[in-house]
Each structure stands twice: as structure tokens, then as C-alpha cells.
């Protein structure tokens, strides 16, 4: 069964990245370190999220209600902002994976990455959408409960971190999902190193 990262494997092509990249006025290498950096932290957000009470629950109530994949399907539509209703509101969408860590992750992402705070803004508010339609699709095909999608969600997390254990756990202490030890806001310059850190592995200058 496909996983969430092999979703966006196989959605986020280069013809997507491209037009993503004229979107925001980024190089596509730029926009692709961005997609790197970004999907980890909205991967860690819904983590968070469903790791709450009711979290879960309310998430697969958002899911039924306005994802069911559909929007994957037309991605040239999002992405150049025809897509109307829930499902492509990734402003919505972002304030609630992220909450009050929203300007930090765009920060932390454009930082990574080498474009500007409105950039990552911008890119981020077309991948939360497309996280949403492959949660849900995902949800779907599985036929997942609140307590289903809270496991998958989790697992998904965990495989993510084990394949890219420096973006997830920069990711996951940035939002303070992790148990990691310390407060999210603990040690800001540690965070700072952090994020040249995963600059460096995207291959930023």
C-alpha cells in the first residue's frame, strides 16, 4: 500500500515542481529544496495534531468532509489558484497543521531552501492541499477510523524519520512534536544550526 511520501513521489513530478517554481519566481532548484524542506514539516504537524485529544477525530472529520483525493488530480488547477472551496485552501489548511508554528515553519523552510519568507509562504499554501488529498485518498482506500488514521499517521511519521532522520527531527523539534527533551523554544541558536544544517543537506550554498 502506498505510503504518504510516495504519494507526493509520484504526484509532485517535474512538470508540477516547474510550474511551482514560476509560481513563486524560484529557481527549480530552489522550489525543490523548499518541497523538501516543507513536506517534513507539514508531515510533523498533522503528527502533532492527531497525537492530541480529539485530534485525530477531527482531522478524519476534515478529511471526509472536503479531501477525498480529488484534488490531486487536477494539481495545474491548485497550484495556479482555480481550485475553490476546502479542499484547496491551503491557507486554511496550513493555520491548522501548523497553529501558532506557521510563520516559523515558512521561515525555517525558506531559510533551508534560500528563498523568501513570502516564497515559502506561497509554496507551502499549494503542498498543504495536496498533503490533505493524499492523507485523505490514503484514508479512503484503507477505510480508516479516528483511531486507523492516528496509527497510519504515526507509522508515516516514523518511516519518514527513518528515511530522512535530519529534515523530520529538525522538523519535529521546530513544531515540538517530538518528546525530544527540551522545550520547541529551547535553544533558539541550536535551532539556527539546525537549519544550516539542512541547508546543507539540500545542497544549498
Do not use: C, W, Y
Not at 498533522?46 to 472529520?61: I, K, M, Y
Not at 532522520?165 to 525530544?180: E, H, I
Request: net charge negative.
Amino acid at each position: 500500500m502506498a505510503g504518504l511520501m510516495d504519494m507526493f513521489d509520484a504526484v509532485l513530478g517535474d512538470q508540477v515542481r516547474n510550474q511551482m517554481s514560476q509560481q513563486i519566481g524560484a529557481s527549480p532548484q530552489q522550489t525543490g529544496n523548499a518541497i523538501q524542506a516543507a513536506l517534513p514539516m507539514l508531515l510533523a504537524g498533522l503528527h502533532l495534531n492527531a497525537q492530541q485529544p480529539g485530534g485525530a477525530a477531527s482531522l478524519l472529520s476534515a478529511l471526509q468532509k472536503d479531501h477525498d483525493g480529488s484534488v490531486l488530480s487536477n494539481l495545474s488547477g491548485l497550484i495556479s489558484g482555480q481550485t475553490g472551496g476546502q479542499a484547496g485552501n491551503g491557507s486554511g489548511i496550513l493555520g491548522h497543521i501548523l497553529g501558532d508554528k506557521q510563520d516559523s515553519a515558512q521561515g525555517a523552510v525558506a531559510q533551508a531552501s534560500g528563498i523568501g519568507a513570502p516564497q515559502a509562504s506561497q509554496l507551502m499554501t499549494m503542498l498543504a492541499p495536496i498533503v490533505m488529498g493524499a492523507l485523505g485518498k490514503m484514508q479512503r482506500s484503507q477505510n480508516l477510523d479516528a483511531s486507523g488514521l492516528q496509527s497510519a499517521i504515526k507509522d508515516e511519521h516514523a518511516n519518514a524519520t527513518q528515511a530522512q532522520p535530519g529534515l523530520m527531527g529538525f522538523a519535529t523539534q521546530l513544531l515540538g512534536a517530538g518528546g525530544t527533551g527540551g522545550a520547541p523554544g529551547e535553544g533558539g541558536s541550536g535551532l539556527e544550526g539546525m537549519m544550516k544544517e539542512i541547508g546543507g543537506l539540500l545542497g544549498k550554498n
